[in-house]
């Protein structure tokens, strides 16, 4: 299994505008393509103005095949294009759980 951890560093006082495209847009296209996500969250403390989601996967491969289905989903482009202008930076970070992990 592997996670994948999504971080959108928004403009300031962005967010909201962000979350409301991605719920219209995004979501209707990527949740049924890559699973239900572990979490969607936003910073309350430390870095502000983020949102970060995670997802996971049974392997690199699983990951990478519903990655290329998804950027070629009909309406995917028309969600970055409307959600893209909200965003300052975007990371991306693989985690794989160790041996003793609860999460396997």
């Known amino acids: 299994?592997?996670?994948?951890?999504?971080?959108?560093?928004?403009?300031?006082?962005?967010?909201?505008?962000?979350?409301?495209?991605?719920?219209?847009?995004?979501?209707?296209?990527?949740?049924?393509?890559?699973?239900?996500?572990?979490?969607?969250?936003v910073t309350e403390i430390g870095e502000l103005n983020q949102v970060v989601h995670m997802w996971r996967y049974e392997s690199m491969a699983d990951r990478e095949q519903r990655r290329a289905k998804l950027a070629t989903a009909a309406g995917w482009g028309d969600y970055l294009d409307a959600a893209t202008p909200f965003l300052l930076k975007m990371e991306n970070r693989i985690l794989v759980p160790t041996a003793f992990s609860p999460m396997k």
């Open 1 to 41: 299994m592997v996670i994948d951890e999504r971080t959108y560093t928004c403009l300031p006082g962005k967010a909201k505008n962000f979350l409301e495209v991605y719920q219209r847009l995004a979501k209707p296209i990527q949740w049924p393509i890559l699973g239900d996500p572990i979490g969607f969250f």
